[in-house]
């Protein structure tokens, strides 16, 4: 029953090999997003992605791209991964966008990239 | 340029006693603020929130504190249980929006039974 999933857990891979996350989450949230957990245990928004609007921060790479198949799943895209891309990376979603809307987070996905 | 600051990576405490938390933050336009809470290989989890129309919340054990003035709110945890034993981060936005969430780099509290 859970509520926000993403898989793998784990992922490691090589400089420049291409690779996707996936997330699903079963709250009927409108609303879902990708963080970057970095090495400093700081969490940064990547994404944020509803059915009309997609917000990217500026500072993410276009080598990241959020994929929408539908409302429940947000999966995330790395093109030619880099050393620097190590990291922590957090699904989350919400219902709305508003201060009455607190994120639901997946257990993660470390990835390495060697 | 960190505009929410958890100063202290650690905090231990006693069981049974108060356990508090703080974070500051620089961005004047900030004005909603949340809890949240990380066990190990977990995704954090919303604990408590307060807007800055208030200068405390309470939630069972948990308060939130706001001192807009100081830029400054704080989380106390009474009494402190062994289960608390967590990551705390702390989370900011402007107008309240969910999709511009400025987070802290978190506190580890470790609750001594």
């Known amino acids: 029953d859970t509520a926000v999933s993403q898989t793998p857990k784990y992922l490691v891979t090589q400089m420049g090999n291409d690779k996707s996350i996936k997330c699903e989450q079963n709250l009927g949230h409108d609303t879902m997003y990708w963080y970057k957990q970095d090495s400093k245990k700081f969490l940064k928004i990547m994404f944020s992605y509803n059915n009309k609007e997609l917000i990217i921060n500026e500072t993410v790479p276009n080598r990241f791209s959020p994929k929408s198949p539908d409302k429940a799943h947000l999966n995330l895209h790395i093109n030619s991964l880099e050393l620097g891309d190590s990291a922590v990376y957090f699904c989350a979603s919400s219902q709305g966008a508003g201060s009455g809307s607190p994120l639901h987070f997946g257990n993660g996905t470390r990835l390495t990239v060697t | 340029d960190q505009q929410v600051k958890q100063n202290s990576p650690s905090l231990s405490v006693q069981e049974g006693r108060i356990s508090i938390l703080n974070c500051d933050y620089t961005?004047?336009?900030?004005?909603?603020f949340l809890w949240y809470k990380k066990y190990p290989a977990e995704g954090p989890t919303f604990l408590i929130s307060?807007?800055?129309?208030?200068d405390k919340n309470e939630d069972g054990r948990f308060t939130v504190f706001l001192n807009k003035s100081a830029k400054h709110l704080s989380l106390h945890i009474v009494p402190s249980q062994p289960g608390d034993s967590a990551v705390y981060f702390c989370a900011a936005s402007p107008s309240g929006s969910a999709r511009q969430l400025t987070f802290g780099s978190g506190t580890q509290l470790t609750v001594l039974p």
């Open positions: 307060i807007s800055s129309i208030k």
């Open positions: 961005n004047s336009m900030f004005d909603y």
